[in-house]
């Protein structure tokens, strides 16, 4: 960690208003306990403690207290084990019901901002016919309950319709983002077999306008399951005659009013959507989300740790390959106003997104931690460019976010603000380590582990720590826990991927450190950290010492064991790597190599002053932002590029040229 980010590390940047049980919805959900299951609370420990304690009492008060549609039955929990825990076995419910039922009756629900096409707006009763057309549409094309229904869709209104409809039926809806490349939208889907796929010609990034008409002819010829292919006009308007044998998204809404939309009853753990790992190290895993798991966990997040509600306008910055898509849509369950941004989000520049803000009333402003770094970086003040004084409530995740990003946030955006770094991932669809309403915020640390997940740090012999590194783990189980990966019959698969090192605990693969006060911070991704002669640190802590310097725009390290034959001391046969992008105008000349150096060896340890420092043109990232650390080592342990990563996932494929030939000539510096 920088000398600033230490000396800010846990400094009370916010606190809680005295009234704050009188104008949050978890103070209401409080006073709902106390009146209907005469439970009272001292304080958000108290309440989390209950609602890992009792997880049928939790679980079954969320049902109540958002007064759920649909049949709960009398059981909540069949089972506490892990894998294995059944929830609400006697339910029937459908999400895209409960998305519908509590919508306001004037203004929009849905706000829309592309760089593609003009501002579309939707009211409830224009969602609602969509969604209800788009579903008999659907009915012509011979979809039912279990099909599955792919879209080649950005964030837009048409995504969120289909979404909607697909999961009325009692299908199985899974999106990627046109900016995949076909090789990894074929990857995913062909494990899936859809028989339907929606997709965009192409959209514009910025100023250029990318053509998808190609990938989208090789993505149908790869999947023989498919038996319509529709086209949603968004690059053009003749779109569909653009695609053979394709038809058009104005088609799929044509034929008589169906009036409202129906809605197929279906058990608790039917399937909803298909989300994916992230696929930068072989076949990405088809995760499988139920209806009801992901209605309560996002129903609790959304209302009573973010604090929505009727009258917020929802917005994070997300294309439909990510899970904060699904988290953001579902902003219709607690009746905000959701909002969806499709471009690039550095266009014109960096104030593009923060003046969307300001247009569209945005109460909530979620994104990743590295556009708030980008921005820092640049030296932007948001509320110098525009009106932030209606945001509440600012969301930050896809990587730590460093305590002097904190600092940044509360004194160029909004200083009232709650800002929550927030933490889970794709495979639960939401965080379990985020903020509350009711709670501190500190710099650099996440306030709380979230009401019902059950988070602990765990040393290597399984055994819980405080106040230093652990793995990141859940002891007991959360309803939107996978139902399983598609196809993993006898659930071997999944096994191994969450309870294989500590049987009957979920390991999540993040270091994270609990604190005595209750908060947490979260260091990298485990399998990437750096252990260099008994010294073990995140990544996190790396980048923020690297990432302080003005000369460095991204960064990655790599530690690599057993490359190095013979030497002697406690790091012999190692070797730690650091891979920098420069600033524009600026070398890496000695001076900086040192000035690295020096920074390093005093902030963190000697053994993290890297054997060598080299420049490369880009630091290859996901479509999500996240760093390729894993697949990086991967590739420079001799691992072809084509297995240490699925390139049609990243956002510039090319980034990983400079690695491979670093790997190919080690004394060499990558072109």
């Given at each position: 960690m920088s000398e600033a980010g230490r000396s800010e590390q846990g400094r009370v940047l916010w606190r809680p208003p005295a009234d704050?049980?009188?104008?949050?919805?978890?103070?209401?959900?409080?006073?709902?306990?106390?009146?209907?299951?005469?439970?009272?609370?001292?304080?958000?420990a108290s309440l989390w403690r209950w609602t890992v304690d009792d997880l049928p009492a939790f679980w079954a008060s969320v049902w109540d207290y958002f007064q759920v549609r649909g049949r709960r039955g009398d059981t909540v929990l069949t089972d506490d084990a892990m894998p294995g825990a059944r929830w609400f076995p006697g339910a029937r419910i459908n999400y895209a019901?409960?998305?519908?039922?509590?919508?306001?009756?004037?203004?929009?629900?849905?706000?829309?901002?592309?760089?593609?096409?003009?501002?579309?707006?939707?009211?409830?009763?224009?969602?609602?016919?969509?969604?209800?057309?788009?579903?008999?549409?659907?009915?012509?094309?011979?979809?039912g309950p279990g099909d599955r229904v792919a879209a080649y869709l950005p964030n837009i209104p048409e995504t969120l319709v289909l979404l909607l409809a697909t999961a009325s039926l009692g299908a199985v809806f899974s999106s990627c983002a046109p900016e995949f490349g076909t090789r990894s939208v074929v990857d995913r889907w062909s494990q899936i077999e859809p028989k339907v796929l929606v997709a965009v010609d192409g959209y514009r990034y910025g100023a250029k306008d990318i053509d998808r008409t190609d990938e989208l002819a090789a993505i149908r010829a790869a999947l023989p399951s498919l038996e319509h292919v529709v086209v949603v006009p968004y690059l053009s308007?003749?779109?569909?005659?653009?695609?053979?044998?394709?038809?058009?998204?104005?088609?799929?809404?044509?034929?008589?009013d169906p009036g409202e939309p129906e809605f197929e009853p279906v058990a608790f753990d039917h399937p909803l959507y298909l989300l994916y790992s992230s696929g930068t190290t072989g076949l990405p895993?088809?995760?499988?989300?139920?209806?009801?798991?992901?209605?309560?966990?996002?129903?609790?997040?959304?209302a009573l740790h973010f604090d929505l509600g009727p009258g917020d306008r929802f917005f994070w910055f997300s294309t439909t390959g990510w899970m904060m898509w699904n988290v953001l849509v579902s902003g219709l369950l607690v009746g905000a106003t959701v909002v969806l941004v499709d471009g690039n989000p550095a266009q014109p520049d960096l104030g593009h997104l923060w003046r969307l803000a300001d247009e569209c009333g945005v109460t909530f402003f979620g994104t990743s931690a590295p556009f708030l770094m980008s921005c820092r970086r640049a030296g932007l003040r948001p509320a110098e460019v525009a009106d932030l004084s209606r945001i509440r409530g600012l969301g930050s995740t896809g990587a730590p976010l460093p305590p002097e990003g904190f600092g940044w946030v509360y004194e160029n955006v909004n200083p009232d603000l709650l800002l929550q770094s927030f933490s889970g991932g794709t495979d639960l669809c939401t965080g379990f380590v985020g903020g509350s309403p009711l709670l501190p915020v500190y710099a650099g640390e996440l306030s709380c582990a979230c009401l019902g997940a059950a988070v602990a740090?765990?040393?290597?012999?399984?055994?819980?720590?405080?106040?230093?590194?652990?793995?990141?783990?859940?002891?007991?189980?959360?309803?939107?826990?996978?139902?399983?990966?598609?196809?993993?019959?006898?659930?071997?698969?999944?096994?191994?991927?969450?309870?294989?090192?500590?049987?009957g605990v979920w390991?999540?693969?993040?270091?994270?450190?609990?604190?005595?006060?209750?908060?947490?911070?979260?260091?990298?991704?485990?399998?990437?950290?750096?252990?260099?002669?008994?010294?073990?640190?995140g990544t996190a802590e790396f980048y923020s010492v690297v990432d302080g310097f003005p000369e460095i725009a991204d960064s990655l390290v790599v530690h690599l064991e057993n490359v190095r034959p013979g030497g002697t001391g406690a790091d012999a046969g190692e070797e730690l790597l650091l891979f920098v992008v420069l600033a524009e105008g600026t070398e890496l000349d000695e001076d900086l190599r040192r000035r690295l150096a020096a920074d390093l060896r005093r902030q963190l340890s000697p053994r993290h002053v890297p054997d060598e420092i080299v420049a490369v043109r880009a630091i290859p990232r996901t479509l999500s932002g996240k760093k390729l650390e894993v697949p990086v080592k991967r590739i420079l342990e001799g691992r072809p590029v084509e297995e240490a990563a699925s390139t049609g996932a990243l956002s510039d494929p090319g980034a990983l040229a400079a690695f491979e030939a670093y790997a190919r000539n080690r004394h060499r510096a990558p072109e």
């Open positions: 704050v049980l009188d104008r949050t919805r978890i103070g209401d959900y409080l006073r709902w306990l106390e009146r209907e299951r005469s439970l009272r609370f001292a304080d958000y019901e409960q998305m519908l039922a509590n919508l306001p009756a004037e203004g929009p629900v849905v706000v829309a901002r592309s760089q593609t096409r003009e501002p579309v707006e939707l009211t409830a009763a224009q969602l609602r016919a969509e969604v209800a057309r788009s579903r008999a549409g659907l009915v012509r094309l011979g979809v308007e003749d779109a569909a005659r653009r695609v053979p044998e394709a038809s058009a998204w104005a088609d799929l809404l044509a034929g008589p895993k088809p995760i499988v989300h139920g209806h009801g798991g992901i209605l309560l966990e996002h129903l609790k997040t959304l740090a765990y040393d290597p012999a399984g055994h819980p720590v405080v106040g230093r590194l652990g793995e990141l783990v859940l002891e007991q189980p959360m309803p939107s826990m996978p139902v399983g990966f598609w196809g993993d019959r006898d659930g071997s698969r999944y096994r191994a991927a969450y309870f294989a090192d500590f049987p390991r999540h693969g993040d270091w994270v450190e609990i604190t005595p006060r209750g908060t947490c911070v979260i260091t990298g991704r485990s399998d990437a950290t750096l252990k260099r002669g008994g010294v073990r640190m």
